[in-house]
């Protein structure tokens, strides 16, 4: 197989990015996910910025955000990730059960999920995943 072949299979490959300041909570996602869909590439980011800098870099089919985030919350950064991509899936992880954090999800297209991050949890969230891009 040729440099260009292997490209256009790394290309053709389902990127998602999860970001989340709790290393537990990145593994945990990050493996449930990758149980669910071995065959999908995950990466993981600790803060807004440094999910910035990889957004900049790669492309990205699927986002999972945190909440509460040093710097950028999610909210925040789930806007900057739409001004970039209008049509990309991304969902809000968090423990934050403020009223407004799930509404403005919502206002903004967002998919809103309630940690902990279970097995049940990361199902979900893996299967609107699938039916958003099969819409798209």
């Known amino acids: 197989m040729s440099n ?3 490209v256009e299979i790394e290309a053709m490959a389902f990127n998602l990015l999860i970001v989340d300041d709790s290393q537990v909570c990145l593994m945990l996602t990050k493996g ?3 149980s669910f869909k071995p065959d999908w590439n995950c990466s ?3 803060n807004a910025e440094d999910a910035i800098a990889l957004i900049e870099q790669h492309n990205f089919d699927a986002y999972s955000l945190d909440y509460s985030l040093p710097g950028r919350n999610g909210l925040e950064l789930a806007r900057w990730i739409r001004s970039r ?4 899936f991304i969902g809000l992880l968090t ?3 403020m009223n407004y954090v799930e509404d403005q999800a919502v206002s903004d297209k967002i998919n809103y999920y309630r940690k ?3 097995a049940d949890v990361i199902k979900l ?3 609107d995943i699938e039916r958003y891009t099969l819409c798209t």
Do not use: G, L, M
């Open 4 to 6: 260009k072949e292997e």
């Open 116 to 118: 902990p991050a279970t």
């Open 44 to 46: 993981i980011a600790n």
């Open 32 to 34: 449930y996910v990758q």
């Open 85 to 88: 991509d209008q049509e990309c």
């Open 125 to 127: 969230f893996v299967s």
């Open 95 to 97: 423990s934050n059960i």
